[in-house]
């Protein structure tokens, strides 16, 4: 994974996905990063969650559950 802020996270997706409103991105995403923080894991395995992904679906879930891959070296994580 590529760690990257939320700020740029959030730039990265608006840029791609026009209709997705920043702020409440911004907000999704700080709420998801604190619940990993607090422990929260993959509702399907119970690995921990990817936050990026776990965001834009409004699931909890990893990496590997939500894509079906399991090399996500060339994906974002965000970090807080």
Excluded at 7 to 14: A, C, M, P, R, S
């Amino acid at each position: 994974m590529n760690l990257i802020s939320i700020k740029e996270f959030v730039e990265l997706t608006i840029n791609n996905n026009p209709d997705i409103n920043p702020k409440e991105l911004e907000e999704t995403l700080r709420a998801v990063l604190e619940e990993k923080e607090g422990g929260a894991r993959c509702m399907n395995c119970g690995s921990p969650i990817w936050v990026a992904g776990s965001a834009l679906v409004g699931s909890y879930m990893c990496f590997t559950c939500l894509t079906g891959e399991a090399d996500g070296s060339d994906d974002f994580e965000v970090l807080g």
